[in-house]
Every structure is written in structure tokens, then in C-alpha cells.
């Protein structure tokens, strides 16, 4: 039911699951779902194709709002950028005519598509609020061109307000002179979907890892090393690997060649159901990333009440802490091993319950979605005063 008919957002989403990469840009999808009972909401997204010519596409989703997706023509070169950000003015345009005349503008990811949303909320002086996720910031330096730190400080200073998922990113996004009005707000989880299961075997120790499997970013390599070295002081464990797609075959060639294949079960992408499934029969959740934003498996790992070994990662201690996990630094292999077999020595301290505690009182769709409209509440009635 939609219990605030006034409000009429359009969502300009850089980031959104597309048929050859289903998990780019959930959180936004499910920000959207969390949203949409609480307002009118379109989401406009881009894809590039072979042809010469723009097409949109609009489709309602079955959360209940409506997902305009423009198809623009693909390039190399510079013309890329600019068929894109043609694309979502078009896209944005095309809403506009259609009727649906948006009080709310809000811009997923800083990017150079972000000009288009920019146009839209100067030329109407509608509030603009931004969303961002970018492990990047979690970097001692994010690696930003210097296009996209001027883009992203004018933007910032525009907006209304800018939803950083840990307020460690929300520091370093001010620290790198985006002045701007913030607000943490983390991941969604469903946590009626993700929950405590209730037939968990004793032995063995069950570890999970879910991922892109992607070596740069996730650290895969170490996570193995380290696991072939719990395996030599402590035997009775596996470690359940989900996600990847071209990943799975270099894990697998990985674990072989450490003699592994007996420790290891490597899934590659499965549904939610099957991964909600083997969260519930696993004991601790386990990611050794060198840089995250707030992963989403770790806050569904959480709801399903596992304690998590995870890198420190900045932003990351807002979750995982000593009653709900184990950090161990970017990259140290050897702590790694020492908190696995910790883990598996001290696992009855941890209390399920109030692990995923903090994630439905934090992360739960409801919450997330009244936090997002109360802020486009607020900034709609300083608006009118001004008028």
C-alpha cells in the first residue's frame, strides 16, 4: 500500500543487476524495494547494445515500482560516456512526458552519468539526494579521476543529503573534500528471508565464503593459503564456496594444487534460496577482501545469526565486532589462520540471536526504507517553506 502518494522519486541507478551480471548493483535494487511501499518510484537505468539508436524499455516491477531501462549505443571511445548520459536524459525526459512529474531526484554512485540527474535538479530545482557504495572509498587513497572528485564534490554540495552505507565512508568522502549533509545507511537485508536455521549438524566445522570470486578484489588466493593451514592443525572442517562465474575454474585449479578438494565445496552461483540454505548449515561466515563497501553477504550471514572473520576493512568494525565476529588485517594471512581455528575452538560463545539482532533492527526493509523517505520528508517540507 502506498502510504505516501505525494512523494514521486526517479532513481537514477548506475549500478543495477543486468542479465549477464545479476548481483551488480543489488543493494540498489533492494534499497528500491525498500522504498517503494513509502512512495511513487521510477528507477532509470543503462545498458549499452550493438545498434545506433536508443530504445527504452519500462517494466513494473513486482515490488511495485516501475524500472525504466535505456538501451544507448556502445563505443570505445568518448562517445560511450556521452551515448550514455544521452541515454539517461532521454530516459529521464521520456518519464517526464509520460506524466509522472518527480518532487525527489536521487542519484545511486557518483559517476559521470550523474550529469544527466544534475541538469534535471538544477533546471527544476527539485532536491537531489545521492546514495553511495564504492568499495573504493575504503581505500587509504580511492582511486578517483579528477573529473569525478570535481563531479562528486559539486554534486554532494547540491544535494539534500548523501547516504553512505558506514560512517567510515561517509568520513572519507568528506575527507577528500566532499563537503556534504550525511547519513549512514546500510545495506538492506530480508530478513524474513534470511534467518536462524534450525538443524545445524555439529561436525564438521562448516565455513562459508559467498562472492564475485574476483582475485583483486576478494583475495581468494589468501583465503585458500590460509585455509590449507588450519587444515594441517585442525582437520575436522569445510569451507562451503559460493559465487564467481569464470572464478569457479581458478579456485578449483587453486584448491587442487594445495590438496584441498576434500576441505572445499565450490558451488559457483547459486539462488538466494541455496545460499540462504548453506548460511543456515554453516557455523561462521568467512571474507578476506582488500576493500569493501558494506558487503551484503556479511549483513545476510549476520541475519541468519553467524559470527564473521572478516579483514578490517574501514567501516567494517561498525558490524563486526568481538561479539560478532573476528578482523583481522588486510592481507595477513597468518591472523587469518589464527582466527579460523579460534573460531572453530570458541564457536558456542557467540550468541545467534544477538548477532542478527543489530541487522533487523539496522538493515531490515522496513527500517531502511522510512529511513530514505524520512529524509526525503524533511528536505520536501524545508523546500516549501522556502517557497
Known sequence: MN???????????????????????IFTKRDAEAVAPYCDLVVVHAMPHA?????????????????????????????????????YFKAMHWVIQKGFTPNVLHLHIVSIAGLAILYLHLKHKI?????????????????????????GK?????????????????????????EGDYLVNPNVVDTD?????SNLQTSPFRFIHVSSLDEEHKNIAGLLRATFQVAMQEPNFTITIIGGDEG???VEQMAKSLGLED???????????????????????????????LPCVILEAMATGLPVISSNIQGLEEWVTPKTGVLVP??????????????????????????????????????????????????????????
Not at 3 to 25: D, E, F, M, S, Y
Not at 127 to 146: A, T
Not at 193 to 197: C, K, N
Open 3 to 25: 502510504t505516501k502518494p505525494n512523494i514521486k522519486v526517479i532513481w537514477l541507478a548506475t549500478w543495477w543487476p543486468r542479465p549477464n551480471h545479476p548481483v551488480l548493483g
Open 263 to 293: 576441505k572445499l565445496r565450490i558451488l559457483g552461483i547459486q539462488s538466494a534460496e541455496v545460499v540462504r540454505n548453506e548460511m543456515q548449515a554453516s557455523h561462521a561466515f568467512v571474507l578476506f577482501s582488500n576493500r569493501e563497501g
Open 248 to 250: 569457479t575454474a581458478q
Open 330 to 387: 588486510i592481507g595477513d594471512e597468518a591472523l587469518l589462520t589464527a582466527a579460523m581455528l579460534k573460531m572453530m575452538a570458541d564457536y558456542q560463545r557467540y550468541e545467534k540471536n544477538e548477532i542478527r539482532k543489530k541487522i533487523v533492527r539496522e538493515c531490515s526493509y522496513p527500517v531502511v526504507g522510512r529511513r530514505i523517505v524520512g529524509a526525503y520528508e524533511e528536505a520536501l517540507a524545508k523546500a516549501k517553506k522556502r517557497s
Open 127 to 151: 532536491p537531489l539526494f545521492i546514495s553511495e557504495h564504492w568499495s573504493g572509498f575504503s581505500m587509504v587513497v580511492p582511486p578517483i579521476g579528477w573529473f569525478n572528485k570535481w563531479l
Open 51 to 87: 545498434r545506433n539508436n536508443f530504445i527504452i524499455e519500462d517494466t513494473v516491477n513486482n515490488k511495485g515500482f516501475q524500472e525504466v531501462l535505456v538501451y544507448y549505443p556502445n563505443s570505445n571511445s568518448l562517445f560511450g560516456w556521452f551515448n550514455m548520459i544521452r541515454g
Open 154 to 178: 559539486l554534486l554532494v554540495r547540491r544535494s539534500s543529503g548523501v547516504f553512505a552505507v558506514t560512517k567510515a565512508m561517509a568520513d572519507k568522502m568528506i575527507q577528500i573534500g566532499w
Open 193 to 197: 528471508f534470511f534467518t536462524i536455521g
